[in-house]
């Protein structure tokens, strides 16, 4: 089996447990502090430390996938690393389903049952009102001191537009599988079809020439 560590790509050979009541091979793993490319017949794996740290240096360092293994690639190999083993498309299916999982861990949904709803794994604002959390709504008004300045109990939505995400359709839709489908922030593929389908768009085109973008836009 192929083994990626922070350290170097490494070739070893494992004998998994066969004894009766036995985990599958994928389980095993786990256990193992690995992280299975694949659930059948897995063939690489990825240890719980170099997908920490690949999301880690994606996160403050802007690393990509590929720049991330080719630096573990020279890191094996110095002077040849394109002799290496090439796991790039296995890092990044990996790093996803780690992310997911880090996710279920972080909100709760490690060590229970029960399945995340609509926007559950994204992160609780505790600044914006919500009503009957930090808001007292028992009086019909809101309860708050003399000198407490309006704007504190306001809530303000932000739109703003991503004039790059036209450019960013998938080559084969089919195979863009979604692991938090309506869990995180954005909202589910199946209620934003629906507001889709009932939605009118309006094109609004501005005189002013400060805001070409949004001609453009449109």
């Known amino acids: 089996i192929t083994v990626v560590d922070k350290s170097s790509v490494h070739s070893l050979s494992i004998w998994y447990c066969h004894c009766p009541g036995a985990l599958s091979r994928d389980m095993q793993l786990f256990q193992a502090g690995l992280f299975p490319a694949s659930f059948t017949r897995p063939k690489t794996a990825f240890t719980f430390a170099v997908l920490d740290d690949f999301l880690l240096d994606n996160l403050e360092c802007g690393t990509s996938a590929m720049n991330y293994y080719s630096k573990i690639r020279r890191l094996t190999s110095s002077i040849f690393p394109m002799v290496v083993l090439d796991r790039y498309r296995e890092l990044m299916r990996a ?46 008004t809101v309860a708050q001191p003399d ?6 109990m306001t809530r ?28 995180g922030f954005m909202v589910s593929n199946e209620r934003y079809k629906k507001h889709l389908s009932i939605a009118q768009d309006h094109v609004q085109r501005l005189d002013c020439n400060n805001h070409r973008a949004v001609n453009q836009a449109n």
């Open 147 to 152: 000198d407490t300045p309006s704007w504190l």
């Open 156 to 183: 303000y939505l932000v739109m703003d537009g991503d004039f790059k995400a036209e450019h960013m359709h998938p080559v084969n839709p089919s195979d863009e599988v979604s692991l938090m489908d309506g869990l």
């Open 95 to 140: 790093a996803r389903q780690w992310r997911q999982c880090k996710l279920y861990k972080w909100h709760g949904f490690a060590h229970k049952d029960d399945q995340p709803k609509d926007g559950d794994l994204a992160l609780f604002c505790l600044a914006c009102p919500q009503p009957g959390i930090n808001l007292d709504l028992s009086a019909g």
